[in-house]
């Protein structure tokens, strides 16, 4: 099973997955962060293009880089070699790119996917990003407008999880819930 825990900048997600793994067995679900994946292909090509002298970096963002979302799909293709191993991606699939070579592509290879997207107001995810320390705020702030139109726009049929006025455990509690209803999972109650 793969399951994509999706949302805008300042949503949540790494917040969630945060909680999440507290709960699954260590076996049971492998999490793969795009921001992670990200930085150690931007760290990679700021090495490359200081021996170069010519950057070839491309967007700021994961889902806004063509070169980061295609060496990320081979990433999560690698991991989806075992049948019986559960992934979750953790990405806010904000641009066409991502969702033609991520989700779509793995919805039509991989016949177990799930689709979550964290949801709140907009006045709240601003002032989650306003108050988070590891963000570009000024790009993050002015993105959210384009990136909560394009999920509402492209993804009418995935599980939405409202955060608003809730903790990150009810939150992570509910995404559990639904992985839970949808796969063969066991989690510790730590």
């Keep these: ?13 790494t917040s969630v997955v945060s909680e999440i793994k507290k709960k699954f067995v260590s076996d049971d679900l492998v999490f793969i ?31 806004t880089n063509i070169t980061f979302i295609r060496s990320f799909q081979k990433r999560i ?10 992934i979750l991606v953790d990405m806010a699939l904000t641009s066409d790119d ?7 592509y793995f919805t039509k290879i991989h016949r177990n ?23 570009d705020k000024p790009q993050a702030l002015y993105e959210i407008k384009r990136n909560l139109d394009f ?14 006025n809730r903790t990150i455990v009810e939150v992570s509690q509910e995404v559990i819930e639904y992985i839970k209803c949808k796969g063969k999972f066991q989690y510790n109650l730590n």
């Design 1 to 13: 099973m793969i399951i994509f825990l999706d949302g805008t900048y300042g949503i949540g997600k």
């Design 33 to 63: 962060n795009a921001d992670f994946w990200f930085r150690k292909m931007c760290d990679y090509k700021i090495h490359q293009a200081k021996k170069e002298a010519t950057p070839k970096i491309g967007g700021m963002f994961p889902q």
């Design 77 to 86: 293709a690698e991991k989806i070699k075992d049948e019986n191993m559960n």
């Design 98 to 104: 991502c969702k033609e070579l991520i989700l779509d």
């Design 113 to 135: 996917v799930l689709h979550i997207i964290l949801i709140a107001e907009e006045d709240t995810i601003r002032r989650r990003i306003i108050h988070d320390v590891n963000r």
């Design 151 to 164: 999920l509402k726009d492209n993804y009418a049929n995935a599980q939405q999880i409202n955060t608003e």
